[in-house]
């Protein structure tokens, strides 16, 4: 296989320090400096990539949602059952390691600048869009194969995405209420209350 160009893998490095330093401080106190520091590039060759903070904001964004795209093809591949598939799905969204955690930061800070910002909003929509896709085609297959309860798969799957989001926000924000458990729990048992018991073979 051929080594990735040091361009392709410059870009990665700013990317996963801006993703990094946006974790830890937010977008607006966030300072190209900052990630010039973490990534140990200089600032000129971050602005030789990225003409301004915005650009290089929105390119975190892009690359986070490809690489979580990446990394649940991955975790989806071997899984045909499609309650097993759903249940996945939903644990690959548990802010449960240092990674998830910082890619749930940056998703934060998205849709507080999004509010204001309408290139954001068309990468939220875009980005929601994939998920809303790839959620329903799961529910609507295990529907037909007779795994899923009745219902608009749309419907179920918009219930599904804003329960992950309001729960992760809850367990980002430490509440005592909703821990990491309680949200794996949560989400496990939503998926029981959709999934019908297996046909006797």
């Not at 990674?99 to 939220?124: G, K, M, R, T, Y």
């Not at 219902?151 to 209420?177: C, E, F």
Request: net charge negative; with cysteine; glycine share 6%.
């Amino acid at each position: 296989m051929a080594r990735p160009s040091v361009e392709a893998e410059r870009r990665e490095q700013i990317l996963s320090a801006t993703r990094s330093v946006v974790a830890e401080k937010g977008f607006k106190a966030m300072r190209v400096a900052d990630v010039a520091a973490r990534s140990g590039i200089s600032s000129g060759t971050i602005h030789y990539y990225f003409d301004t903070k915005r650009d290089l904001m929105h390119a975190a964004f892009e690359w986070n949602f490809e690489n979580s795209e990446a990394r649940r093809a991955a975790l989806l591949e071997d899984i045909d059952d499609p309650s097993e598939r759903l249940r996945m799905l939903l644990a690959s969204y548990l802010p449960a390691d240092d990674l998830l955690i910082e890619s749930w930061h940056l998703w934060c800070s998205l849709w507080v600048e999004a509010i204001h910002e309408p290139d954001l909003q068309e990468l939220n929509e875009k980005v929601y869009g994939e998920w809303r896709r790839g959620m329903a085609a799961i529910i609507r297959d295990g529907q037909l194969r007779g795994r899923f309860v009745d219902g608009d798969p749309v419907l179920l799957t918009n219930a599904l995405i804003s329960m992950v989001d309001g729960l992760a926000i809850q367990v980002l924000m430490s509440s005592r209420s909703m821990t990491l458990d309680r949200m794996r729990a949560t989400c496990d048992g939503v998926v029981d209350l959709l999934t019908l018991p297996a046909a006797a073979g």
